[in-house]
């Protein structure tokens, strides 16, 4: 029978285009090439949530058709795979042998706890800013407010607040305390508040040097106020953004004159000022500190008791 010499010269062709790298290990050392390769196949349950993990290696012998031993695998390879995770050898005649290890051992994988947005989270403020007064376009009764030092007159406000949440943990609704102080000093220091009079009145103290006059008004609150936190679980940390209204209650007001000799004299009363103040504003944070604008929507003084006078309040918040 006559061989086609092109066939023939086809069947060496394939014979030697296969690879003849050395492997040792054995009596009889086969040409060969061995590929190392390793799979880590998961199981999840209904959730999507990974529970167990399974390692498999492979070992892929890219060679002609060789005998393959568990010792040629342990001791000549140095994969240290035990002798019972030689799970299966498959031959595949003519082109590859083929030897699957496998570690059998399933354990759990730790379950990523997917923590809720607890339902209320606490804050604590300071507010720190200046506090100025406007007159209001309408004749009011007695003289007018005396002249603000605007650099010196102040607002300090002390709040402990408790975010509720709402369809999510980053959108909530706010309430708690708020204490504030509204220290306004006066441009003269020779200006006085005068007590107990019927309609809000003022003077001037010529026949003492003073240094410094002022009113300073206490107010009791609760703040009411719905925002958005980029953060769910902390008040203090990413952007937030709220908007509101404060309630307040005016609980002390006196006046403070300091004379040129360090005396301090002050004056308690109401002055005729509101007993109740409300007050909406908005507030912008980035972490623990950020930025508020308030204003009075109430007047200063009592109706037909004193001027047409609403103040505002600016400033750093620090939370």
């Given at each position: ?135 209001e376009n309408i004749t009011g009764i007695g003289p007018e407010f ?33 204490y504030d102080i509204l220290n306004y000093r006066f441009s003269n ?97 980035y972490n623990n500190i950020g930025i508020y604008f308030r204003y ?24």
């Amino acid at each position: 029978m006559k061989i086609n010499t092109t066939l023939l010269t086809a069947l060496l062709l394939i014979f030697f285009s296969f690879p003849f790298n050395d492997i040792h290990g054995q009596d009889n050392p086969k040409k060969g090439r061995i590929i190392v390769e390793k799979v880590v196949k998961t199981k999840k349950d209904s959730a999507g949530i990974i529970t167990e993990t399974k390692t498999i290696k492979r070992i892929r012998i890219d060679s002609l058709r060789m005998n393959i031993d568990e010792e040629f695998i342990n001791d000549s390879l140095n994969l240290d795979f035990q002798k019972d995770t030689v799970q299966s050898l498959i031959s595949i005649w003519p082109n590859r042998s083929i030897v699957i290890i496998e570690n059998d051992t399933l354990y759990p994988s730790p379950k990523k706890k997917n923590k809720k947005s607890p339902v209320v989270i606490s804050e604590g403020g300071i507010q720190l800013g200046f506090a100025t007064l406007q007159r209001e376009n309408i004749t009011g009764i007695g003289p007018e407010f005396p002249e603000l030092k605007n650099n010196s007159s102040m607002h300090i406000g002390f709040n402990n607040q408790w975010g509720i949440k709402t369809f999510s943990g980053n959108w909530r609704l706010w309430t708690g305390l708020q204490y504030d102080i509204l220290n306004y000093r006066f441009s003269n220091s020779n200006v006085r508040l005068l007590a107990d009079r019927q309609i809000f009145n003022t003077a001037l103290d010529s026949g003492n040097n003073s240094e410094k006059s002022k009113v300073v008004v206490n107010y009791l609150g609760i703040p009411i106020s719905f925002g958005y936190q980029s953060k769910a679980k902390e008040a203090d940390e990413g952007f937030s953004i709220r908007a509101g209204v404060v309630a307040g209650y005016r609980v002390r007001t006196h006046t403070k004159v300091k004379l040129d000799n360090d005396k301090t004299t002050k004056d308690f009363d109401d002055f005729n000022m509101n007993d109740f103040l409300i007050t909406p504003f908005v507030q912008a944070s980035y972490n623990n500190i950020g930025i508020y604008f308030r204003y009075n929507t109430r007047t200063l003084f009592k109706d037909l008791q004193g001027p047409k006078y609403t103040g505002m309040q600016f400033g750093l918040v620090f939370q």
